[in-house]
């Protein structure tokens, strides 16, 4: 949630979010003033697009008083753990399907369209490195090929890069973004960890789309928006008619949409 464009409400029923769109860069629309003519007027690229809410997301479990007074361990925060964090990877796959959207969809407001970066030498791939170590040389040739993408659209805000961790684990073992002899600032093997790759900030999630061949996605701020009205909120009540049982209900309020396709990139092995 905090690597997108964010807007919390606290009423009504969505949000709008201003589009910057592209200027050029061959100087189109400038002119040379000639003395006593007019100036000639060019339009900006600017548009908005309103992201509205659905509606709300869920899970309530009901906790016999009995059954958590004979159990060994924690009923109430083990169960109030998990629901947060299955709310939490609902919300992230809402996220991460609308910047892959974002990154298969046509221009807005001047921008350029999405864009994929297609390797087959990426794992899974019909062309797939040997080994694992060529493998990350692969992914990291991948997402350098990304960022190279959006900086070419003039997009230079912070680049993230999400990817399974499945196929994170081949970064450092590339050994050529980390330190083999585990003294590097951007992680080695010990750690089995890479902050960085080509400049883009890589995280490691388990919510990905499960598009065929999709290895990653390449995104900064704008490639997609959130409407926020509720955080993920929480209470537990007692019911009486269940014998004092505990009622957990946890829940949220968002709308989640593409705005930029020139600012989101798929990496994928097909």
Sequence with gaps: MDKIYTQTI?????????????EDTDGTGTATYSAGTQVN?????????????????????????????????????????????????????????????ASLAT???????????????????????ATAELLGAEIVESIYAAVAVLRGKDNMDD??????????????????????????GNGGLDTGMVAMVGGAKVFETNNLPTTAGLIALAFTDQAAGMVKLW??????????DFLDAKLITAYFSNGVGSLRPDAAVSIKNV
């Excluded at 590339?174 to 002899?181: G, P, Q, R």
């Excluded at 955080?231 to 009486?240: G, Y």
């Design 41 to 101: 007027i060019t339009a900006g690229t600017q548009d908005q697009r309103v992201i509205n809410l659905d509606r709300p997301t869920y899970v309530a479990r009901r906790i016999d008083k009995f059954d958590e007074a004979v159990s060994n361990y924690d009923v109430m925060a083990m169960q109030v753990r998990q629901i947060g964090s299955k709310l939490a990877n609902v919300i992230d796959r809402k996220i991460s399907a609308a910047i892959e959207a």
């Design 231 to 240: 955080d993920v909120n929480t209470k537990i009540s007692e019911q009486a």
């Design 10 to 22: 606290q009423g009504g029923t969505g949000a709008q979010f201003t589009i910057e769109g592209k």
């Design 107 to 129: 221009g807005v407001a001047g921008n350029g369209n999405g864009a994929v970066v297609q390797n087959t030498a990426l794992p899974g791939g019909v062309a797939a490195a």
């Design 159 to 184: 680049v993230y890069v999400a990817i399974a961790p499945a196929n994170f684990q081949y970064l450092p073992q590339s050994l050529k973004i980390v330190s083999s002899d585990y003294t590097g």
